[in-house]
């Protein structure tokens, strides 16, 4: 099994981490012992640890460590905001799937908005990452609070192009043919974008995409356009 932490590990010696969320999930979910093994994956590195204490705090003993594999391409998802268990299950299911940032969106069409965004991130953190462990990745999507629509194109600068689902679109074998590796796709809230901000997304240089003519929820559109995406690219198994 691994577990992820934000911060640099060291080369050797003993870890110890008074982190609530892990120590519960070690004792109580896993119900692991010490003496058990099992990976801890930093920003740059994975270290094969053993677990020698659980209280007062968590404590390891780092036995060796490696490079962290890393993607080999950046996928923004910028997803309006939707319900409460949409939202989340997008990001759940996209952590799984590979997306490597995910920024929500406030729209024009938005109907739910987070009373405290910063608690809402901390909440989508500990979902994608639960989503993550059980994909074995050693890395762990970045989560960003919501942000308001017109906003989005500052929120990056490493994307060399921005695609967004549109029915009159390219098909996605020829959008995603001779794709770049840095890329976001733009999804719109359960009332679709409004014509103003459709304007906005085509003023800023985005690729339309179409999945056909059926009519979409908003989740099933980004898991779709991500997966496709994925696929033609020859990231889906290669991650």
């Given at each position: 099994m691994k577990i992820y932490l934000d911060d640099s590990l060291p080369d050797t010696g003993f870890l110890r981490l008074d982190d609530?969320?892990?120590?519960?999930?070690?004792?109580?979910?896993?119900?692991?012992?010490?003496?058990e093994k099992l990976e801890i994956a930093g920003p740059e590195r994975v270290a094969e640890a053993e677990l020698t204490a659980l209280e007062p705090a968590l404590?390891?003993?780092i036995l060796s460590t490696r490079p962290a594999n890393k993607p080999c391409y950046s996928l923004w998802l910028l997803q309006s905001l939707t319900r409460k268990k949409k939202i989340e299950d997008s990001i759940k299911r996209g952590a799984e799937l590979g997306i490597?940032?995910?920024?929500?969106?406030?729209?024009?069409?938005?109907?739910?908005?987070?009373?405290?965004p910063s608690k809402q991130r901390d909440r989508w953190?500990?979902?994608?990452?639960?989503?993550?462990?059980?994909?074995?990745?050693?890395?762990?999507?970045?989560?960003?609070?919501?942000?308001?629509?017109?906003r989005f194109p500052g929120a990056f600068e490493e994307i060399d192009k921005l695609f967004w689902g549109e029915p009159t679109g390219q098909a996605p074998e020829v959008a995603f043919s001779k794709s770049p590796a840095n890329v976001a796709f733009l999804v719109g809230p359960e009332g679709d974008f409004s014509e103003e901000e459709k304007e906005f997304i085509k003023k800023n240089d985005a690729t339309p995409v179409s999945l056909g003519d059926a009519v979409l929820r908003s989740g099933t559109a980004a898991l779709a356009?991500?997966?496709?995406?994925?696929?033609y690219t020859n990231n889906l198994a290669s991650q």
């Open positions: 609530p969320f892990w120590s519960h999930y070690l004792a109580n979910v896993r119900r692991l012992s010490a003496g404590q390891f003993e490597t940032h995910f920024l929500p969106l406030i729209s024009e069409h938005t109907v739910r908005r987070p009373n405290n953190r500990r979902i994608a990452l639960d989503a993550t462990r059980i994909t074995g990745r050693d890395w762990t999507p970045e989560i960003f609070e919501p942000l308001e629509f017109k356009l991500t997966t496709l995406w994925l696929h």
